[in-house]
């Protein structure tokens, strides 16, 4: 069974910046699409940005674009998750998302991905 590791949450100021990694346990594991999450408290888990592996397509929630940048070492099988300029509402357990399903695309909603880190805390706060 495949296992994702996040890292790199914390408590920030508004304005500042975290790197989110996420390492797979299994560096021979073929992906097809990785992607970052968050969920605040009392809300669903949203999409914030994905890359797909075939042609390295990114996407990110209106919310993030602009601030938060996604990318991959394909060798250690890690994603990153770059945010900067971060808000109070960026506060949330961030969790990585693993296709291992073939696909040409990536994706900002939670069913087409079938493993999951245990996710990390981001508190944005003055």
């Known amino acids: 069974q495949l296992q994702l590791v996040e890292s790199g949450g914390g408590l920030v100021q508004p304005g500042g910046s975290l790197r989110l990694s996420c390492a797979a346990s299994d560096s021979t594991f073929v992906y097809y699409a990785l992607a970052w999450f968050r969920q605040a408290p009392g809300r669903e888990r949203e999409g914030v940005s994905c890359?797909?592996?075939?042609?390295?397509?990114?996407k990110y929630a209106d919310s993030v674009k602009g601030r938060f940048t996604i990318s991959r070492d394909s060798a250690k099988r890690t994603v990153f998750l770059q945010m900067n300029s971060l808000k109070p509402e960026d506060t949330g357990v961030y969790y990585c998302a693993w296709r291992s399903f073939a696909s040409t695309n990536c994706f900002l909603t939670t069913n087409p991905y079938n493993h999951w880190g245990q996710g990390t805390q981001v508190t944005v706060s003055s």
């Open positions: 890359i797909a592996d075939s042609n390295e397509v990114t």
